[in-house]
């Protein structure tokens, strides 16, 4: 089979995926959410995978997932590692742990971080996007998403440091989101320095432009 070929099945296999995940109920069913809009963005041509913890809230995703201010921070954090700030939307294949918003955070800022469980009920819709795309390079934005490619390790640990998953390069990110703190360090900030960085070599190794 061609790889032209490939990537077509493949596309029309994503694009019945995606159907099928719209009508997702797993965790209106298990009585972790009580309506489910699930959130994601990309093609089976898209070699770079983002992968956050959930997706905010409805308004703020429309048109695209990462619209709002945490986008901003993301795209310029792509820009200095040279890519264009807008092949987050045009050209990366955009997920999360779970595909919809969790809801608000009982301590009124930001969201609510998802569950293992709820996490666990989405692990397979996850895993059949990484089947599907195969991205060249995935990025996990922030500690859960990090966790699930890198296992329990403390971010200052992993952010910068350039990991191996079966087919793909994964880099992991501190999340871009105002609400997190760990950027407030000095220290922490010289770690995403380092990951922007390794990105930028990535983007010229793998030629991602």
């Not at 201010?69 to 779970?98: I, K, M, N, Q, V």
């Not at 009982?106 to 195969?134: F, M, N, T, W």
């Amino acid at each position: 089979m061609s790889s032209l070929v490939e990537e077509a099945t493949r596309q029309c296999l994503l694009e019945r995926f995606h159907a099928d995940l719209r009508q997702c109920r797993r965790c209106i069913d298990s009585g972790h959410l009580t309506e489910t809009y699930p959130v994601f963005h990309g093609t089976t041509g898209s070699r770079v995978m983002v992968v956050g913890q959930a997706p905010a809230a409805r308004n703020a995703e429309r048109p695209l997932p990462y619209s709002g201010a945490t986008g901003r921070t993301l795209r310029s954090w792509l820009e200095r590692a040279g890519f264009d700030p807008a092949d987050l939307h045009t050209r990366f294949y955009l997920t999360s742990l779970t595909k919809c918003f969790p809801g608000a955070s009982p301590s009124g800022k930001g969201d609510r971080a998802p569950s293992p469980a709820e996490i666990a009920l989405c692990r397979p819709h996850l895993e059949r996007e990484l089947e599907l795309v195969q991205p060249d390079l995935i990025l996990p934005l922030g500690r859960l998403a990090i966790t699930y490619f890198a296992g329990k390790q403390p971010l200052s640990a992993l952010v910068g440091q350039l990991l191996r998953r079966e087919d793909a390069l994964v880099l992991p990110l501190p999340h871009p989101s105002g609400v997190s703190h760990w950027l407030n360090d000095p220290a922490n900030r010289a770690l995403l320095d380092q990951a922007i960085e390794q990105l930028r070599a990535v983007r010229v190794e793998l030629r991602l432009d």
